[in-house]
């Protein structure tokens, strides 16, 4: 924890989790999708393939939904041997366009925090996941104005992060990134010697879990709660 005024100037923010729901929309889907091929397969089966078979397309699909949808449909695909009825495969894609017209739900705390902050930092959303859902969900947030600048990564690691220092010419020391993923939005932030807080978000990704060795040694804020950022950033 950090007592005194620091040097920080920019504050990044993740955006799924951390200014919005995001893991609740698709365990709400994934509840669905179950539901739907629960005559063809067993619900851990399925889940352990479908999780498998997500992992494996972010090569080709990159993260969000457009992924989750193929990756659901590939699945089922392959667990029923090809059984699956067009019909059912509609219902897939119609769970996936579901998700995309999703209202974008703030986490609470989020507005007020953020007009708090903008009044003496400058801050800035870095997302990764898909181009044209995170757009959308950033248009329609009603907090798009407090940011003037909005990076959508395909990964957030330390490569992208300095890349964006660089390109904004941003110390180390000026910048705070703030997110509930330890794995995007602490680890690789700490490793290029910035600040980072995390802010847990009831559900993780499996994907986005860390084991314990992977962060224990690094230093980072951690706080239960976005209202806590002003006054950690002495705000
Ligand atoms: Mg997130």
Redesign the pocket.
């Known amino acids: 924890m950090i007592t005194e005024k620091t040097n920080i100037e920019v504050i990044a923010f ?5 200014l919005w729901m ?1 893991e609740t929309i698709f365990s709400k889907a994934q509840g669905q999708y179950r539901e739907m091929l629960q005559t063809y397969i067993e619900p851990e089966v399925l889940d352990q393939r479908f999780h498998e078979t997500m992992i494996r397309n972010l090569q080709s699909f990159g993260y969000g939904i457009k992924n989750f949808t193929f990756s659901m449909i590939e699945t089922a695909i392959e667990l029923s041997y090809g059984k699956i009825s067009g019909l059912e495969i509609q219902q897939i894609i119609n769970l996936g366009r579901e998700m995309l017209k999703h209202p974008v739900e703030l986490i609470n705390g989020v507005k007020e925090t953020l007009h708090k902050l903008s009044k003496e930092f400058e801050l800035m959303i870095i ?1 990764k996941g898909d181009l044209f859902d995170q757009e959308g969900k950033i248009a329609r947030s009603g907090i798009a104005h407090y940011f003037p600048r909005v990076e959508i990564l395909s990964e957030k690691n330390e490569m992208a992060y300095t890349n964006i220092l660089k390109r904004y010419q941003i110390t180390t020391e000026q910048f705070l990134m703030v ?3 330890l794995k ?2 602490v680890i690789p932030v700490c490793k290029i010697g910035a600040n980072a807080l995390h802010i847990p ?1 009831h559900i993780t990704w499996a994907h ?1 879990q860390v084991e314990e060795k992977e962060h224990q040694n690094l230093s980072y804020w951690k706080a239960k709660s976005i209202k806590e950022v002003p006054d950690l950033v002495k705000c």
Request: proline share 0%; aromatic share 8%.
């Open positions: 993740d955006a799924d989790d951390t995001n997302t997110g509930n993923s995007s939005d978000f986005e």
